[in-house]
């Protein structure tokens, strides 16, 4: 797989979606087998056009990548300042994988700065900012993913939902990712909060123990019916 290759491959996995373009992606390494080795990636693509108008609409036409790895003399692995930046969407992370020990520590922060440029592609008007931030951790074969989500000024379809949060974990993501999410909004001025309880299998997605809880009392719905097939 030549660099070309490689930098369509890493944002197509970003995306989920089959992306086409021209590009390159670099590597320089420095360092030596006693030291250890750092290397500087840095890539991007161009002319970039993807089957979803979504997935176009936030990867847009000249998406970049960027980090630096380094491996120590032991094996460990710590990964600082990766970054892609899209036309909607920035991605940082961090990383440390621990020699032998079969694990991954992850930080991660997603920032939408503005959602009215994703409007047009979903099918709605959209308006304010998001951001999601949070942890990927574990073991490789029980890892757990962790978020935070934090809104401004967010409005969809013309109903105001002010400052959205929210924050969810879900362990157990090689096999049936399972665990609470929360979401708080402002909808005409009204604080209300909504749960869930999700686990995902290869068949279906299921939210159930949904609840919604504002001013005027608690609603609890119970058991969900599956969302989606995976």
Known sequence: MDSRQTARALLAALAGQPIRGTGRIGFEATGNAEAGWTVAIDGGLADVRAEDALIQAVVGRSPSLAGKVTVGPSGAVTARDLRVDL????????????AGAGRIDLRYRIAVPQLAPIG???????????????????????????????????????NDLG????????????????GPIELRLRPLGRPVTLSASLRATPAEVRLDDIAAVAEEGR??????????PL
Request: no cysteine.
């Open 87 to 98: 036309a909607a969407a920035g991605l940082t992370a961090s990383a440390d994988l621990p």
């Open 163 to 178: 400052a959205p949060s929210g924050r969810f974990t879900l362990a157990n993501l090689a096999d049936a990712p399972t």
């Open 219 to 228: 609603l609890a719905v119970g058991h969900g019916r599956p969302i989606s």
């Open 120 to 158: 047009p592609a979903a099918g709605t008007p959209m308006a304010g900012r998001l951001t999601l931030s949070g942890t990927l951790a574990g073991k490789w074969e029980a890892l757990t993913l962790r978020g935070e989500i934090d809104g401004a000024g967010v409005s969809v379809a013309g």
